[in-house]
C-alpha cells in the first residue's frame, strides 16, 4: 500500500547552508518531520533533491551560497524565503545549535510566519557579478596598500625615510628616484609587485568606466555630486539595483547600516553607534566620500554645511557624527537623484556657516 504524499504546497523545508554539505529538514502540512537528511553542495543534487518535493517552499538564510542556491530553486519552481542571518537571534544564540538543528528552526519559523526571519532579497546574477568586479579592484587596491606600507617600514628600518605623502600610482618612481641602488635592490620586488598591481587597477578602472557608461549609465548622474567618483556612484547603482526598491529616499539610510542601533527600555536609552548592516563596501565608499567633502578641499554645498552645522555643536565624538550624518544625507541624495533625474548644480546651494571670529 503507497503512502499518502501531503500536498505539495504545504510543504516546508528548511536548508541549513554549508560550504560541502546542506542540512536539509522538510515540514509537512501539520508541522511534523517529514524528513531529515544531509545533501551535497552541487547544483545536480539540489535539483534532485527539490524534485522529490515539488512547489514546497525553501527556507535558507543569508551566506555565501545563498544567492545562487536561492535563484537555482526559484528557477525549479520554489517559492524562496531567504532569512537575515544577522536577526536570527533563535538560531545564532541557541543553547543546543547544530547544522540539524538550525535546519530545523528555519523550516519553523518559515511555516508559522516568514516575517520572523526578516526576509532578503538577493540581487541578479548580472548585478552581482558586477560587484564582483569591483570587489576585486577593492582586493587589488588593498594589496596595494600592503606592499607600500611595507617598503615605508623597512626601509625606515633602514633610516630612509619616504614620504606618505606620495600617491599610490607615483609611489614607485618616486621611491626609485630617492632610494641609493644598494637600497632600491633590497625592495626591488616588492616595488615591482606594486607596479603590477598599478597596471592592474588601471586595466580594471578602464573596463568599469566602460561597464558604467553601457549597462548602467545613471552613474553619470549621480557622479554630478562633488566627492562622487565612478566607484562610488557605481557601486551605488549596484548595491540598490532598482530605487523603485525605496518608498521613501530616507529608508536608504537604515538600509545601509548607516543610522544607530538603538537599546531602549524604561528610562534607559542608550547612545549607540551605527548598526553597520547592508553592503560593507558601500558603506565605506560613503564615510570615505563624507571625509572628503568636511575636508580641506571639499566645496561648498548643501552635505557641507549639515555636517558643519553637527561637527559646530561640539560634544563626544562630534566630527564623527558629522561623518556618519553627511554619508547617510549623501545616500538620500543619490537614491533622489536616480528617482528625479534631476541635476544636482541647478539645485539652490546654501551658503557656508560664518567662521568664528
Known amino acids: 500500500m503507497k503512502t499518502k504524499t501531503p500536498p505539495v504546497e504545504k510543504l516546508t523545508v528548511g536548508l541549513d547552508l554549508g560550504d560541502r554539505r546542506h542540512h ?22 539540489l535539483t534532485a533533491f527539490s524534485a522529490r518535493y515539488p512547489g514546497a517552499t525553501i527556507v535558507m538564510e543569508t ?27 533563535a538560531i545564532s544564540q541557541s543553547q543546543t545549535k547544530s547544522d540539524r538543528e538550525d535546519a530545523r528552526m528555519l523550516a519553523r519559523l518559515g511555516r508559522a510566519d516568514p516575517q520572523l526571519l526578516s526576509p532578503v532579497r538577493h540581487r541578479s ?6 560587484l564582483v568586479r569591483l570587489k576585486v579592484r577593492e582586493a587589488l587596491v588593498r594589496s596595494r596598500v600592503n606592499l607600500i606600507n611595507s617598503v615605508r617600514f623597512l626601509l625606515k628600518s633602514l633610516g630612509v625615510f619616504v614620504s606618505t ?17 644598494t637600497d632600491a635592490s633590497l625592495v626591488a620586488a616588492l616595488l615591482a609587485a606594486i607596479d603590477a598591481l598599478n597596471a592592474q587597477i588601471k586595466a580594471l ?18 557622479r554630478q555630486i562633488p566627492g562622487v567618483g565612478l566607484i562610488t556612484a557605481l557601486c551605488f547603482v549596484l548595491t540598490i539595483e532598482d530605487p523603485a526598491h525605496f518608498a521613501h529616499a530616507r529608508a536608504v539610510g537604515p538600509y545601509l547600516g548607516l543610522v544607530p542601533r538603538r537599546d531602549q527600555s524604561g528610562q534607559t536609552d542608550k547612545q549607540l553607534g551605527i548598526t553597520k548592516a547592508g553592503h560593507a563596501q558601500m558603506r565605506c565608499l560613503l564615510v570615505n566620500c563624507a571625509h572628503y567633502i568636511l575636508g580641506p578641499f571639499g ?26 550624518a553627511v554619508a547617510r544625507k549623501l545616500a538620500v541624495t543619490l537614491l533622489a537623484l536616480w528617482k528625479t533625474g ?3 548644480h541647478a539645485q539652490p546651494q546654501p551658503q557656508p556657516l560664518p567662521q568664528a571670529a
Open 299 to 324: 566645496p561648498p554645498g548643501a552635505l557641507r554645511t549639515a555636517g558643519e552645522r553637527i561637527a559646530a555643536r561640539g560634544g563626544k565624538s562630534a566630527k564623527k557624527r558629522a561623518v556618519i
Open 205 to 222: 578602472d578602464a573596463e568599469l568606466e566602460v561597464l558604467a557608461l553601457e549597462r548602467y549609465p545613471v552613474t553619470t548622474l549621480l
Open 24 to 45: 536539509a529538514c522538510v515540514l509537512d502540512a501539520s508541522g511534523e518531520i517529514l524528513a531529515e537528511e544531509v545533501i551535497v553542495n552541487t547544483r545536480e543534487v
Open 63 to 89: 551566506g555565501t551560497h545563498s544567492p545562487w542556491i536561492s535563484r537555482l530553486v526559484t528557477t525549479l519552481g520554489h517559492p524562496v524565503i531567504v532569512a537575515n542571518a544577522r536577526k536570527l537571534r
Open 165 to 181: 605623502s606620495i600617491k599610490a600610482m607615483a609611489f614607485t618612481r618616486k621611491v626609485r628616484a630617492q632610494l641609493a641602488p
Open 125 to 130: 546574477e548580472d548585478t552581482q557579478r558586477a
Open 342 to 344: 534631476a541635476d544636482y
